[in-house]
């Protein structure tokens, strides 16, 4: 297996660890907030969001979440580019979904354009250094793991919120 085959299998596992989640998840659990500001709907939203954006700098597309109107479907108020990264409680607190159809529809569409855009990917494309503001700077296949591994610890999260199920609504 090459490098950008193992990238993609690392794409799906986000979705494929928030399939295990979807029978459980009710409105209520989606927006409890169990002694935290994040909710399991905040979380999938966020690691979403997250994929989406970071993987739209780097393809050039714009977002999923405008170009095929989830900001509009969502309706959460949310500016153009936000995705989460250094809201305040409150505002996190404000991202309520009750749609849990809708969460997976983002979520499977953001793994799709990552999938799209490893496939036009070579394996020298991956050690393009893509960003130097950190030390060391940061490589296109860094940050691509980055990203999905980033969505995926959002994912065990809110896995764990939801198997603590009624005790997710004390705090």
Not at 56 to 84: I, K, M, N, Y
Not at 156 to 164: C, E, I, K, S, T
Request: net charge negative.
């Amino acid at each position: 297996m090459d490098a950008i085959e193992i990238l993609k299998d690392l794409a799906r596992r986000p979705l494929e660890a928030a399939e295990g989640l979807r029978d459980s998840l009710t409105p209520e659990l989606l927006n409890a907030h169990p002694g935290h500001d994040n909710s399991i709907a905040w979380l999938l939203w966020h690691a979403a969001r997250e994929i989406d954006e970071q993987i739209s700098a780097l393809s050039g597309e714009e977002p999923v979440w405008t170009a095929r109107g989830f900001d509009e479907r969502f309706g959460l108020g949310t500016e153009r580019h936000e995705l989460g990264f250094g809201q305040s409680g409150q505002r996190a607190r404000s991202i309520v979904v009750d749609d849990v159809e809708l969460l997976y529809s983002h979520l499977e569409a953001v793994v799709d354009a990552q999938l799209a855009y490893l496939g036009t990917l070579t394996a020298e494309d991956l050690d393009d250094v893509i960003d130097e503001d950190w030390d060391p700077p940061v490589t296109r296949a860094a940050r691509l793991v980055s990203v999905s591994e980033d969505a995926l610890q959002h994912v065990g999260q809110a896995a764990y919120v939801a198997g603590m199920r009624d005790a997710a609504f004390v705090g």
